[in-house]
Each structure stands twice: as C-alpha cells, then as structure tokens.
C-alpha cells in the first residue's frame, strides 16, 4: 500500500502530482481512464487507451467527473431532519447509534421484515451491493431489493426459464446483430467499437425500436413498432422462420420441449396480422426473419425497453426462442454462455420465514432473483400490504424520481416511520428522509470490473481505491460498520475493504495486488462452444423450455404468449379517446444517467430541457410548437416538457425522457400496471394527452 492508501501500484507520481489508472463505474462501459491528482483533487482525466476494451473512450460524464466528484452540493456529513424540519449535521457514530438503535426497535416490536433496504443504480454490479444482501440476511428481513426491480432481471428470468441463463451476445465474431430496443450508442457507446468491427466486417443489422435512431437508419432493416408490442412481433418472425422452415430442425428435435405447441400458437401471428397489431409493414417482418435466419451466427440482445412493459418476460422469452430455434445458441458469433467469475459468495442463510414483499404476487420474481420487488413498498407503506412496512434505508437510488408511480411514492415516504437515504447528493428522494448519509465516491474505494456481459471476454479487473475520502464513508464502509454495531461480527469479519477483496477474490488465484495492478484484467476462463451437448440446458427438462412447466405451475401461460400491454389503444379504447397517445418514457441520454446530473453545470449545458418528443404532424393537429412549454398527461398524472418536434416517430407515439426533477417522467408511470411476472412497470407503454399550458 503507498502513503496515501490507493492499494495499486500502478501510479507515476511527479513531485506535485500522481497519475492513476482507474475504471469508471457510473456505466457497465467500464471505461478505463487515467486520473491526474494533485493532493486530492483531480487535474486531469484522460480516457486510456491501451485498455482492451473501451480504447481510451470516455463520454461527457466520464470526462467531467471532476465536476461530479468536486461539485460544491456535494453531501459531505451525516444529516438529521429536527423537528422542525431543518438538517442537523451529526457524527457518523451518532448517525450509526441512531439507525441501529431504531432498525431494533422496528424488529422488536413489528419483526425484522418490517424493515426494507434497497440498493439503486449506483450498486448495479458494484461489490458493495453483496454485502448489503448479507447484512439484510444477519438482520432477518427478506426485504432487500435493487434496481432488479425495474432493471435487467426481468430479462435474466426470461431467459432463465427458456434456456437457465443469461447469454451474452458475441458481437466480435456475429455476422447478424439484432438490437431489441436497445441503443448502445447511448446506453453504452464503448461496446460500439466490437459492434462497428462487426457492420464493418459486413455483418447484418436489425434494429427494434419505434424510433428511427441513428442506428436503425443503418440498419439492413429497421422494424419501427408500436411501444409494447415487441411480443407480438416476435411470434411474427417466429411465424415466418417456422413456416419457411428456417429453423434448425435437428436442434430443435434434439433440444426443444413445445416446438408442436409454439407451431400452433405462432399459425396465428403471420406478418398480416403482426401489422394491424405492431404497425409494421408486412414485407418488413418477413424481411427481417429471413435475413436473421440465414446470415448465422447471429445473435440478438433485448434492451431495456422489452422489459418494461406488462409483456415483458413473454415478449423477451419469445426473441430467446427465435435465438435458440435459428441454431445460434452457445455458437462462436452467436448468443454464448459465458460463466461469471467465481469469487466466494456472500450469500447468508436468511431465516426469516416471512415472505419478501411481492413473493406472493411475484413468485417466479422472488424465486430467480431472492428479492422484494420494491415497486409494490409503496403499497405495504400505505396500505399494509402484504404486511406494514415501517422503515426504508435507500443507498444508490433517487426512486421519487425513477420509481413508478412518483406520486404515491412521495406519499409512502412521507408516511413511513424511519428513512435513510446514502448518496452523493440532496437528491429529492434525501430530502423525503429521517437522516442522510454522504457517500464517498467510486474512486475511494476499491471496485471489481467485469467485462465479460458486455463485451464477451471473461476478463475480470480492479480499479483501486485512488483517492482518500475521510469525511464520507464508502457504502462497504457503511454497511460493515453497521452491522458490527449490530453484533454480526461474525458475519462481517473485514476490517478493510482490500481484507474483504482478498477473501472475495480468493477462489480466482489472484491476489488484490495481482489484480489491480493488472490494467488489462484477469481472464478468468474460455468460452466453450455447445457445452450443453455435453450438460444438457440449467432447466428443469435440460432443453431449451418453450413450454415452461414452471410458468404454468403459478398460473402463467406456459407458452410466450402475447398480451397486449394492460393500456393501450386496443386494450383500452375508451380510455384511449381521451388520451389518444402512445407514451413511451426514459430513453437514455448521453449527459444523464437516470436522475443524475442536472446539478452538474457542464453537463446540464448539453442538454438543458425535458423535451417532449412529438412528430410534425401531431403537433399541428394539437396546436403545439417546436420549443413551447406544454404538459403530458396520463391516468396518473402529468409533467411539464418542452416540444421537440421529430419525424423519427410515429405520430401516435410521443416520448418523454425520465430523471427530470421538475418533469418528473414517472408522475406518469403507475406502481399496479406492473409484468405479471417480473413486476416490472410499464414505462415503455402507457397512454397519455398533451394539452397547451395555461
Ligand atoms: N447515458 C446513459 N447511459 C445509460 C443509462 C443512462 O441513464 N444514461 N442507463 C443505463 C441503464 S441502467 C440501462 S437499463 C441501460 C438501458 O439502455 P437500453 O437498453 O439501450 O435502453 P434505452 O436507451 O432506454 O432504450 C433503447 C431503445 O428503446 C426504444 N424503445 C422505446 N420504447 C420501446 C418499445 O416499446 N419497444 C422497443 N423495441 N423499443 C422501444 C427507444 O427508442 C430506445 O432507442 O442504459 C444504461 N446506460
Ligand atoms: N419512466 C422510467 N423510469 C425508469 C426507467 C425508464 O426507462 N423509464 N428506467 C429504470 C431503470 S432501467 C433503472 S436502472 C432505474 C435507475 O434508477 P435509480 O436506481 O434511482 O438510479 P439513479 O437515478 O442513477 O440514482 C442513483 C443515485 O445514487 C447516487 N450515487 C451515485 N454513486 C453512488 C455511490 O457510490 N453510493 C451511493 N450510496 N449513492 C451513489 C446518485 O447521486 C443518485 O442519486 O430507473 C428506472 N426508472
Ligand atoms: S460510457 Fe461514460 S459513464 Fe459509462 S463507463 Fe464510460 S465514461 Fe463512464
Ligand atoms: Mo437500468
């Protein structure tokens, strides 16, 4: 370790300054970069360009993180709210005294489920977030939930139950990609580099999306849908593979169980009947399937958008089982199997035997994920169901911002007993809460990398702690100190981070040094074609489940069926009359990540309003002009944007972006139209009216 506590030795240090190699955490890009110090604050931050993978890339936020880190609004003490409803600064001893003591209280008199704590974006794939889940298990309460609850789980379930994991699409050797409502460009531009290799190379390019972003202009096809009918539409290109028999038939025969009843279910989702419900020309869907099916390997990846609508894990499962019929499954250039790294669990038997909130209406949710699903704490806050919530610690999330429902959150947060918020800022989910903690950043901390998800390799890497924050507390730190004052030192026998990493890492035969002095990573393993000839699939039958026995034992359809999203001009046309809109919110945006930023003067200037996307046409029919400050509405309610007109829409659709303070997308968004399954909200599909202000 040198003096200043950064764990790596892979640092130039001049007289005044010290430059150190670090990886961004804000995005799974993990973008490698190269940080100048002088003491502790940053002078410089260039993007490294020997790194395997994002080759010396940053986007605006990595490149101003000296602006996010060093803002002047910074959360630097502990907060307590007084009677009056004034913040009081207090020690972290008395901010830990206060929150152990009131987590037992809670237990003893309403038992530990009556406590919840969810970890947010910011804990995504972060090494802090495991402990968190441990703490959760010593304390007894089966109420830890994370951004899985409206993020990426709903994906992982899908394809848990078609094929018993995740695959990752191997971009580096595909002749055909298919993006399914996902934009990398934006939500992960440095994974645009194996992509571009790829179209270079001559590979095929699908793209999903109900809007003509840059990408589905380049595409070889671009299927522009209507927003929650990606279910649909994938039974239309399975009806074509199918009935063109496009399929691999030995695979099929061999790994499949419910080819015959697919065959059946899909006889009445041809491309025709695919239009009137998706709005996608004919020609266009049959295009599509055609070109996916004969330009293997070919691998496809479902974005955000697919799961977040009331179709979400069907619709996701049915683009699985075009992937597995195509033959494109566990094949070099195809959707590969690529194991985690094996580091030594966290996980603690939780004895708790009170179910988490949502495994009763969520089952397969709670069973693939071992969480609560906190789209529904609003509900146990304010209605006590399934039972009383009474107190909330938040670490890494702004949810009255990015949750659904805003309005009713804000309430249960206001109404619940005891909340803690952990995060850098003031954000207006802190000022809901009873004490806020101040997080230290990303780079005072050590952080594992994983490379393997996004851009195929099984390389794994440190960043090392690179800079001292001895005011704030990392959420490692917090979480530790938290539950040793609770008496689980046995559970949490760490005295640092890098002790707890050594143990972590262990299984690896690298040590912390190893790794992090390693900027290039640790591959960890090889990808092996079609393990599964030899191990058969991780489901129940060992085949690819079509049919799911598991979806059918809690009352689900077993088969990828369509429904149309719960509103919708067809599903509620009555509805539809007054709000005529199909509203799709919270496509990414290059400045933003979610809720953060808008305080960062360098990159609110890139983008400094809520826009309202409409197209041309619709807005000489409501009267509206391209600037002008207007207000979308739903059943639940509205928010104020300003018009941006764009013919990259259908004129039906409007978009509006999530994150906004004061155009709070999810005032519009509702915590009941949830996935049966995954309990994901609708936020891709909704209905809603614009009106003039005033
Ligand atoms: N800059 C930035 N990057 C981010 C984030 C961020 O906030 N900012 N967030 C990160 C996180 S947590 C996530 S989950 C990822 C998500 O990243 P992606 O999965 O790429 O998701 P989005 O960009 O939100 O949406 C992808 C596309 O879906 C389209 N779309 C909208 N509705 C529908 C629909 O009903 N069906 C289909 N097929 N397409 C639709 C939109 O037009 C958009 O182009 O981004 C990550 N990266
Ligand atoms: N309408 C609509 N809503 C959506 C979406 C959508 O597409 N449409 N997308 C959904 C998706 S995919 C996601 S992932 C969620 C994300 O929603 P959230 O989980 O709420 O994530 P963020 O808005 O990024 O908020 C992260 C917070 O953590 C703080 N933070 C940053 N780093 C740290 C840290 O190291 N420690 C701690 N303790 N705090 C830190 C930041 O300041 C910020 O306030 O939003 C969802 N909400
Ligand atoms: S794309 Fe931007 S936010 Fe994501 S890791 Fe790279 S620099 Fe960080
Ligand atoms: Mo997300």
Redesign the pocket.
């Given at each position: 370790m040198s003096e200043s506590g950064v764990i790596s030795r892979r640092y130039q240090a001049t007289e005044d300054t010290r430059t150190v190699q670090a990886v961004c955490a804000i995005?799974?890009?993990g973008c490698g970069m190269d940080i100048t110090f002088e003491g502790d604050a940053i002078v410089e931050i260039k993007g490294r360009k020997e790194h395997p993978a994002t080759r010396g890339y940053l986007?605006q936020?990595g490149r101003n993180l000296k602006d996010i880190f060093e803002a002047p609004d910074r959360l630097v003490h502990p907060l307590i709210k007084t009677a009056s409803g004034e913040w009081r600064e207090i020690s972290w001893d008395e901010a830990l005294d206060i929150i152990a003591e009131k987590l037992s209280e809670v237990k003893a008199k309403h038992g530990a489920e009556a406590v919840a704590v969810h970890v947010g974006?910011a804990g995504?794939r972060k090494e802090f977030t495991p402990y968190v889940q441990r703490f959760c298990a010593a304390f007894g309460t089966p109420n830890f939930s994370t951004?899985g609850s409206h993020?990426?789980i709903s994906k992982v379930i899908a394809n848990e139950l078609v094929y018993g994991a995740l695959p990752v699409p191997d971009y580096t050797h595909t002749n055909s990609i298919v993006?399914?409502?996902?934009?990398?460009q934006?939500?992960?531009?440095p994974q645009m580099f194996i992509i571009n290799e790829a179209l270079d190379r001559g590979a095929k390019l699908i793209v999903?999306?109900?809007?003509a972003?840059p990408?589905?202009r380049k595409a070889d096809v671009h299927?522009q849908?209507?927003?929650?009918?990606?279910g649909a539409?994938a039974l239309g290109l399975l009806n074509v593979v199918i009935s063109e028999n496009l399929y691999n038939k030995a695979f099929v025969e061999k790994w499949t169980v419910g080819f015959d009843e697919l065959t059946s279910l899909v006889g009445e989702y041809a491309p025709q009947r695919v239009e009137e419900i998706t709005w996608i020309p004919t020609q266009k869907t049959q295009e599509a399937a055609r070109l996916y099916a004969t330009s293997s390997p070919a691998c496809s990846y479902?974005?955000?958008?697919?799961e977040?609508?009331t179709n979400g894990v069907q619709a996701a499962r049915a683009i699985a089982i075009l992937q597995a019929i195509t033959g494109n499954l566990d094949i070099k250039g195809g959707a590969i199997f690529a194991p985690g790294a094996a580091l030594s669990s966290l996980k603690l038997t939780n004895t708790c035997s009170t179910p988490a909130i949502g495994e009763n209406r969520f089952p397969i949710f709670c069973e693939h994920n071992d969480n609560a699903q906190a789209n529904i704490y609003a509900d146990a806050i304010l209605d006590k169901t399934p039972y009383p919530l009474r107190a909330l610690i938040i670490s890494g999330s702004n949810a009255v911002i990015t949750w659904p429902n805003a309005k009713r959150l804000i309430s249960a947060l206001e109404d619940i007993e005891f909340l803690v918020v952990m995060d850098h800022f003031m954000t207006e989910t802190a000022k809901l809460a009873d004490l806020v903690l101040p997080a230290a950043s990303f780079l005072a901390r050590p952080e594992i990398w994983d490379h393997t998800s996004i851009y195929g390799a099984l390389r794994i890497g440190l960043s090392p702690k690179v800079s001292e924050d001895k005011k704030r507390m990392t959420d490692w730190q917090f979480w530790t100190a938290l539950a040793r004052r609770m008496g689980y030192n046995d559970e949490f026998p760490w005295q640092s981070e890098e002790e707890a990493l050594t143990y972590r890492l262990a299984p690896l035969g690298a040590t912390v040094y190893e790794l992090s002095d390693n900027e290039n990573g640790h591959i960890y393993g090889e990808h092996k074609e079609k393990a599964y000839e030899k191990d058969g699939f991780r489901t129940p039958s060992g085949k690819v489940e079509i049919y799911s026995k598991e979806l059918e034992k809690y009352g689900y359809d077993p088969l990828p069926v369509y429904r149309e999203p719960h509103e919708s001009p067809v599903s509620m046309p009555e509805l539809a009359r007054e709000y005529p809109l199909v509203l799709?919110t919270?496509?990414?945006?290059?400045?933003?990540?979610?809720s953060?930023y808008r305080n960062i003067a360098s990159l609110l200037k890139l983008a400094p309003d809520p826009e309202v996307e409409v197209h041309p046409e619709k807005a000489r029919e409501l009267g509206i002009n391209e600037g002008e400050r207007v207000i979308v509405e739903s059943l639940r309610g509205s928010a104020e944007f300003v018009v941006r007109l764009t013919d990259e829409i259908d004129s039906r659709v409007v978009?509006i972006p999530h994150?906004w303070e004061d155009a709070n997308a999810n005032m519009l968004t509702d915590n009941e139209i949830l996935d049966p399954i995954s309990g994901f909200p609708a936020d891709?599909?909704l209905l809603a009216k614009i009106r003039k202000k005033g």
């Amino acid at each position: 370790m040198s003096e200043s506590g950064v764990i790596s030795r892979r640092y130039q240090a001049t007289e005044d300054t010290r430059t150190v190699q670090a990886v961004c955490a804000i995005c799974n890009g993990g973008c490698g970069m190269d940080i100048t110090f002088e003491g502790d604050a940053i002078v410089e931050i260039k993007g490294r360009k020997e790194h395997p993978a994002t080759r010396g890339y940053l986007c605006q936020k990595g490149r101003n993180l000296k602006d996010i880190f060093e803002a002047p609004d910074r959360l630097v003490h502990p907060l307590i709210k007084t009677a009056s409803g004034e913040w009081r600064e207090i020690s972290w001893d008395e901010a830990l005294d206060i929150i152990a003591e009131k987590l037992s209280e809670v237990k003893a008199k309403h038992g530990a489920e009556a406590v919840a704590v969810h970890v947010g974006q910011a804990g995504v794939r972060k090494e802090f977030t495991p402990y968190v889940q441990r703490f959760c298990a010593a304390f007894g309460t089966p109420n830890f939930s994370t951004a899985g609850s409206h993020c990426h789980i709903s994906k992982v379930i899908a394809n848990e139950l078609v094929y018993g994991a995740l695959p990752v699409p191997d971009y580096t050797h595909t002749n055909s990609i298919v993006l399914w409502g996902y934009n990398p460009q934006i939500s992960c531009p440095p994974q645009m580099f194996i992509i571009n290799e790829a179209l270079d190379r001559g590979a095929k390019l699908i793209v999903v999306d109900p809007k003509a972003t840059p990408l589905a202009r380049k595409a070889d096809v671009h299927l522009q849908l209507r927003p929650g009918t990606d279910g649909a539409l994938a039974l239309g290109l399975l009806n074509v593979v199918i009935s063109e028999n496009l399929y691999n038939k030995a695979f099929v025969e061999k790994w499949t169980v419910g080819f015959d009843e697919l065959t059946s279910l899909v006889g009445e989702y041809a491309p025709q009947r695919v239009e009137e419900i998706t709005w996608i020309p004919t020609q266009k869907t049959q295009e599509a399937a055609r070109l996916y099916a004969t330009s293997s390997p070919a691998c496809s990846y479902p974005g955000i958008a697919v799961e977040l609508q009331t179709n979400g894990v069907q619709a996701a499962r049915a683009i699985a089982i075009l992937q597995a019929i195509t033959g494109n499954l566990d094949i070099k250039g195809g959707a590969i199997f690529a194991p985690g790294a094996a580091l030594s669990s966290l996980k603690l038997t939780n004895t708790c035997s009170t179910p988490a909130i949502g495994e009763n209406r969520f089952p397969i949710f709670c069973e693939h994920n071992d969480n609560a699903q906190a789209n529904i704490y609003a509900d146990a806050i304010l209605d006590k169901t399934p039972y009383p919530l009474r107190a909330l610690i938040i670490s890494g999330s702004n949810a009255v911002i990015t949750w659904p429902n805003a309005k009713r959150l804000i309430s249960a947060l206001e109404d619940i007993e005891f909340l803690v918020v952990m995060d850098h800022f003031m954000t207006e989910t802190a000022k809901l809460a009873d004490l806020v903690l101040p997080a230290a950043s990303f780079l005072a901390r050590p952080e594992i990398w994983d490379h393997t998800s996004i851009y195929g390799a099984l390389r794994i890497g440190l960043s090392p702690k690179v800079s001292e924050d001895k005011k704030r507390m990392t959420d490692w730190q917090f979480w530790t100190a938290l539950a040793r004052r609770m008496g689980y030192n046995d559970e949490f026998p760490w005295q640092s981070e890098e002790e707890a990493l050594t143990y972590r890492l262990a299984p690896l035969g690298a040590t912390v040094y190893e790794l992090s002095d390693n900027e290039n990573g640790h591959i960890y393993g090889e990808h092996k074609e079609k393990a599964y000839e030899k191990d058969g699939f991780r489901t129940p039958s060992g085949k690819v489940e079509i049919y799911s026995k598991e979806l059918e034992k809690y009352g689900y359809d077993p088969l990828p069926v369509y429904r149309e999203p719960h509103e919708s001009p067809v599903s509620m046309p009555e509805l539809a009359r007054e709000y005529p809109l199909v509203l799709t919110t919270g496509k990414r945006m290059p400045s933003y990540h979610h809720s953060r930023y808008r305080n960062i003067a360098s990159l609110l200037k890139l983008a400094p309003d809520p826009e309202v996307e409409v197209h041309p046409e619709k807005a000489r029919e409501l009267g509206i002009n391209e600037g002008e400050r207007v207000i979308v509405e739903s059943l639940r309610g509205s928010a104020e944007f300003v018009v941006r007109l764009t013919d990259e829409i259908d004129s039906r659709v409007v978009f509006i972006p999530h994150g906004w303070e004061d155009a709070n997308a999810n005032m519009l968004t509702d915590n009941e139209i949830l996935d049966p399954i995954s309990g994901f909200p609708a936020d891709r599909a909704l209905l809603a009216k614009i009106r003039k202000k005033g």
